[in-house]
């Protein structure tokens, strides 16, 4: 149970990626943040198989994680990625 694959974007700008799974999931997540709302600030979650894609948008960036769906709260494996990256001034 961990984050298997995360993304920072600035629209459809991929600003920073990880992954620790090999396959398509860099173009499935570019696929969810084309269809994204244009909303400002919002959080979604994606179910694919037994996955959960985790997305917090705010303040123009868009903040992507991909969880088993048994990780946890839905938005706990953002609020990891967000301290991880130094975000700090970011509420989840």
Known sequence: MAILYAVVARG???LSEFSAVTGNTGAVARRILEKLPSEADSR???????YIFH???SDG??????????FG???LSISML?????FMG???
Not at 44 to 50: E, N, R, T
Not at 61 to 70: D, I, K, P, S, W
Not at 82 to 86: A, C, M, N, S, V
């Open 12 to 14: 459809t700008v991929v």
């Open 44 to 50: 979604l979650c994606f179910s694919q198989d037994s």
């Open 55 to 57: 997305i917090l948008r």
């Open 61 to 70: 960036l868009t903040f992507l994680c991909m969880a088993n769906n048994t």
């Open 73 to 75: 709260s839905a938005f």
């Open 82 to 86: 967000i301290r991880g990256l130094g």
């Open 90 to 92: 970011f509420c989840c």
